[in-house]
């Protein structure tokens, strides 16, 4: 069992930054890839970005290539998204979750994350 707690979000202006972060406890935290995604007011919960188990690999969705970078800690137990030139699009719920290492490459769908954390919430002002 995984147990996940995001912080860091916040209410700030257009072209602002922010650094979420999301701490695991439980089981070998270098045992998982880990995946951030988001949920607007009435939409789909959409992947965002997901790291390796080393903090080697990372992928991103399109519309955040070259604003955001995920990194991890793994003698931290977390994970980290720092989020540069923020849009009001990127207004949302972020969550982190986790998947066991070898699906990272399958690390953009939601279905193979077992674990996931209760959001913390990003709003960026035009």
């Known amino acids: 069992q995984v147990q996940l707690i995001e912080s860091g979000g916040g209410l700030v202006q257009a072209g602002n930054s922010l650094r979420l972060s999301c701490a695991a406890s439980?089981?070998?935290?270098?045992?998982?890839?880990m995946g951030w995604f988001r949920q607007a007011p009435g939409e789909e919960r959409e992947f965002v970005s997901v790291i390796n188990w080393n903090g080697d690999s990372t992928y991103y969705t399109d519309s955040v290539k070259g604003r955001f970078t995920v990194s991890r800690d793994n003698a931290k137990n977390t994970v980290y998204l720092q989020m540069n030139s923020l849009k009001p699009e990127d207004t949302a719920v972020y969550y982190c979750?986790?998947?066991?290492?070898?699906?990272?490459?399958?690390?953009?769908?939601?279905?193979?994350?077992?674990?996931w954390g209760q959001g913390t919430q990003v709003t960026v002002s035009s």
């Open positions: 979750a986790a998947t066991p290492r070898n699906k990272y490459t399958s690390g953009s769908f939601r279905y193979v994350y077992d674990y």
């Open positions: 439980g089981r070998s935290f270098s045992s998982y890839a």
